[in-house]
Nanobody
Framework: QVQLVESGGGLVQAGGSLRLSCAAS????????MGWYRQAPGKQRELVAT???????HVAESVKGRFTIFRDNAKKSVYLQMNSLKHADAGVYYC??????????????????WGQGTQVTVSS
C-alpha cells in the first residue's frame, strides 16, 4: 500500500509565502512524475505544477514566477514553494505521484496516486 501525505497548508496573508510538502511511503519501486493540483470551491481541479524524476519542472502560467516545485527523490518527496500568494491561490492542494509499487501479491503501476489534500487559505 502506498500513501502520499501532504503538509504545510494553512492560513497566510496575501503576499505571503507557504511551502507545501508531500511524502510518499510504502513499497515503492519507482516514482515518475510528481506534482500538485489545486481545487477552489465551486471550481474544477487544476494543474499547478509537475516535475519529472530528473527534475524537469512545469508550472501553470497563473503561478509562474511565484511558485517553485522541487523534489527529493531519496525522500520520495515533492515540495511546492509558494510566494506572493493571492486570494486566487486559495483552495485545497493535492499532490500526486505516478508510481510503480509492490503489493503482497503483485507489482502495480505506474499509476497516479493522490494525497488527501491540504487547505491553503489566503486572507486580506
Amino acid at each position: 500500500q502506498v500513501q502520499l501525505v501532504e503538509s504545510g497548508g494553512g492560513l497566510v496573508q496575501a503576499g505571503g509565502s507557504l511551502r507545501l510538502s508531500c511524502a510518499a511511503s510504502g513499497t515503492i519501486l519507482f516514482i515518475n512524475d510528481m506534482g500538485w493540483y489545486r481545487q477552489a470551491p465551486g471550481k474544477q481541479r487544476e494543474l499547478v505544477a509537475t516535475i519529472t524524476q530528473n527534475g524537469l519542472a512545469h508550472v501553470a502560467e497563473s503561478v509562474k514566477g511565484r511558485f517553485t516545485i522541487f523534489r527529493d527523490n531519496a525522500k520520495k518527496s515533492v515540495y511546492l514553494q509558494m510566494n506572493s500568494l493571492k486570494h486566487a491561490d486559495a483552495g485545497v492542494y493535492y499532490c500526486f505521484g505516478n508510481i510503480r509499487y509492490e503489493t503482497r501479491t503483485s507489482i502495480r503501476g505506474p499509476e497516479d496516486l493522490w494525497g488527501q489534500g491540504t487547505q491553503v487559505t489566503v486572507s486580506s
